[in-house]
């Protein structure tokens, strides 16, 4: 079993719908956790970073982390055609290996106009 | 612009074959990481400098790979005979270490470079 888990989709909603996507994870040490979008055949774009449990907004992107059910989540508002893309959770524990970042498989995202 | 670059984006090569690809991260970074993605997956660690220190090589590092990162600048990544599995896209992130209390740091990545071994 994986670390970390992450529905692969494809995720498809109409141009406007709230676009709702999530993780869950077994590593109790990590403590960081990041959203990246990656379109085809590009590297990923750091979305959101979070430290711990809680709730963070930016602009149309809102990120929770529930430490206590290990399970992140992302919100995208007004989604538009050009959120299609794969987005990919990641996350790390503090202190030693460098905070390597291990991440979900991603789920790939359609917003239909 | 002043992201991290990797070079060359795209590399095809015959089975057996050596391949270097060279990423250059953000200037101020102190930290620099190479990750691999396989299709359909998300990326994968392989190994990490801070400064021109390499601290730590994933298990997926096999003998076949060495990176370098002389004077903490850009680093390289060698892959000497090549086998088909070596296949994938290879990404460099870099991050900047600014507390030195080896707190997690945001990852940037580059474009990445897309290995085929024919």
């Known amino acids: 079993q994986k670390e970390v888990e992450q529905d692969p989709g494809p995720l498809s909603v109409p141009e406007g719908a709230i676009v709702s996507l999530n993780c869950t994870y077994s590593?109790?040490?990590?403590?960081?956790f990041m959203w990246y979008r990656q379109y085809s055949r590009k590297g990923p774009e750091l979305l959101m970073y979070t430290y711990s449990s809680g709730n963070k907004e930016d602009g149309r992107f809102t990120a929770q982390v529930d430490k206590s059910s290990k399970y992140i989540s992302l919100f995208i508002r007004d989604s538009q055609p050009s959120d299609s893309a794969t987005y990919l959770c990641?996350?790390?524990?503090?202190?030693?290996?460098?905070?390597?970042?291990?991440f979900g498989g991603g789920t790939r995202v359609l917003v239909k106009p | 612009d002043t992201g991290v670059s990797q070079d060359p984006r795209h590399k095809i090569t015959k089975r057996g074959q050596n391949v270097t690809f060279r990423c250059d991260p953000i200037?101020?970074?102190?930290?620099l990481y190479w990750y691999r993605q396989t299709l359909g997956q998300g990326p994968e660690f392989l190994t990490y400098?801070?400064?021109?220190?390499?601290?730590?090589k994933s298990r997926l590092l096999s003998d076949r790979f060495s990176a370098e990162r002389p004077k903490g600048s850009f680093s390289t990544l060698e892959i000497q005979r090549t086998e088909q599995g070596d296949s994938a896209m290879y990404l460099c992130?870099?991050?900047?270490?600014?507390?030195?209390?080896?707190?997690?740091?945001?990852?940037?990545f580059g474009p990445g470079t897309r290995l085929t071994v024919l």
């Open positions: 200037s101020e970074h102190n930290r």
């Open positions: 590593n109790s040490a990590f403590q960081y």
């Open positions: 992130a870099s991050s900047l270490d600014y507390l030195g209390q080896g707190s997690s740091d945001e990852q940037f």
């Open positions: 990641a996350m790390s524990a503090a202190g030693a290996a460098g905070n390597k970042l291990t």
């Open positions: 400098f801070q400064n021109e220190a390499q601290l730590e």
